[in-house]
């Protein structure tokens, strides 16, 4: 039996149990036939689109808008279903209790007339909270660029560069984008920090090189006096995509790499440069991607070191998180300040500043969303311009960081 069999088993079982309670939901609430028959019609349609996509788009394609916008609708009906399952069927656990009494007892329980519809309305009406965030994230938070600004104290800084600014984008995702002016927006808005230095942390499309055809030139517009500079990210070497043959493959890599001097970036590739001011100067290094599990591991610490010194005040530019917490901030070498992206903090969560910061994402990355400090040695989780899989962001909105250097006194 193949692999997959078992687990299409399950979850088309969970599916079927998890409309089942949202269909029984709507019956109890109302009795109107043309609100039922619009209940299941709508979730028929999303299935049959999302399965029209999968069988309809080639392999080689990769993860397209089209599929993106199915899994997303399929997402913001299946989420609040879940609601509704937990409710109902919690109910159904003391309604299994009561019979269990009566059964046992003395003198029999009786069924609180009207309790299953109330706890209906009640479901729907919680349902209809994720529901609504989950639409909102789709029209209108996929584009709700927010640009968080960090001052950052460091001993060793040089004099020079005491104020000096950084912008830091990370995760464009090209490949996702639909609305060319809500891009030219947030473009707009990395511009009008008017940074010092320009840094981007990596994905830059999805899977191919074409992907960016169409934004080269608003993203090469980008402006910062002391340049620009890019890594790659694991989804630039192209392996979440069908190839014809490996030259292919090596092709749309190298074309990949090309995007960034087409934009003005230098793309550094376990690299470093010095950037220079009042003839004083810091190290920027640049690795390719290394990420833990089964993520390429290309970054190499060493190689991208070459010719830094140990003193030197250094800022580390790798895509993936997890390398700092597995390589980075322990070395020896000192690593001021890494800065990385990657984890798009799921694009779902609750962020409340000074209240609460949650994600599914922080049950696999310990640093997966904004600034963490360890060892005096600072990493900078960026959350990401674009998007990816998900077409919204719900609670977890578009980020733009802003690192201003500052001399402790």
């Known amino acids: 039996m193949p692999r997959w069999i078992l687990p299409l088993l399950i979850a088309s079982a969970f599916i079927f149990v998890l409309e089942f309670y949202a269909f029984q939901a709507i019956k109890t609430v109302t009795r109107n036939r043309m609100i039922k028959w619009f209940w299941l019609l709508i979730g028929i349609l999303i299935y049959l689109n999302l399965l029209y996509v999968i069988f309809a788009t080639p392999r080689s394609s990769g993860q397209t808008k089209e599929f993106q916008m199915a899994v997303g609708m399929l997402i913001t009906i299946l989420i609040p279903k879940v609601f509704i399952l937990i409710v109902l069927f919690g109910e159904d656990v003391v309604r299994l209790c009561d019979k269990i009494i009566s059964w046992i007892g003395s003198s029999p329980t009786q069924p609180i007339a009207g309790r299953r519809k109330f706890v209906s309305q009640l479901a729907l009406i919680l349902a209809s909270i994720p529901f609504a965030s989950f639409l909102y994230g789709i029209i209108i938070g996929r584009y709700n660029y927010k640009v968080l600004k960090?001052?950052?104290?460091?001993?060793?800084?040089?004099e020079a560069f005491d104020g000096f600014t950084i912008t830091q984008i990370s995760d464009i995702h090209s490949g996702s984008f639909t609305n060319k002016d809500k891009i030219q927006y947030g473009v707009d808005m990395i511009n009008e920090q008017n940074s010092d230095l320009l840094l981007f942390t990596g994905d830059i499309v999805n899977n191919k090189a074409t992907e960016m055809?169409?934004?080269i030139e608003m993203f090469g517009a980008l402006k910062a006096p002391y340049g620009k500079y890019s890594i790659l990210g694991n989804h630039d070497y192209g392996d979440y995509t069908s190839w014809s043959s490996e030259t292919e493959k090596k092709a749309?890599?190298?074309?990949?790499?090309?995007?960034?001097?087409?934009?003005?970036?230098?793309?550094?590739?376990n690299e470093n440069r010095y950037i220079e001011k009042d003839e004083k100067k810091i190290s920027l290094i640049g690795v390719e991607n290394w990420g833990k599990g089964g993520f390429k591991k290309k970054g190499n610490l060493l190689l991208a070191s070459k010719g830094v010194k140990q003193e030197d005040f250094k800022i580390l530019m790798s895509h993936d998180p997890s390398h700092w917490d597995a390589k980075v901030k322990n070395d020896d070498f000192h690593y001021h300040?890494?800065?990385?992206?990657?984890?798009h903090g799921l694009q779902m969560g609750i962020e409340i500043p000074g209240w609460i910061k949650w994600s599914p994402s922080k049950y696999v990355y310990n640093q997966w969303a904004g600034l963490y400090q360890e060892f005096g040695r600072y990493i900078n989780v960026n959350r990401g311009f674009g998007y990816h899989a998900f077409p919204g962001r719900v609670g977890i909105w578009p980020e733009i960081t802003v690192i201003e250097l500052k001399k402790s006194s």
């Open 150 to 158: 960090y001052q950052l104290f460091f001993d060793d800084l040089p």
């Open 252 to 269: 749309n890599f190298k074309a990949i790499k090309d995007l960034h001097p087409a934009m003005g970036f230098e793309l550094l590739c």
């Open 337 to 343: 300040l890494t800065l990385s992206g990657h984890t």
């Open 213 to 215: 055809d169409d934004w």
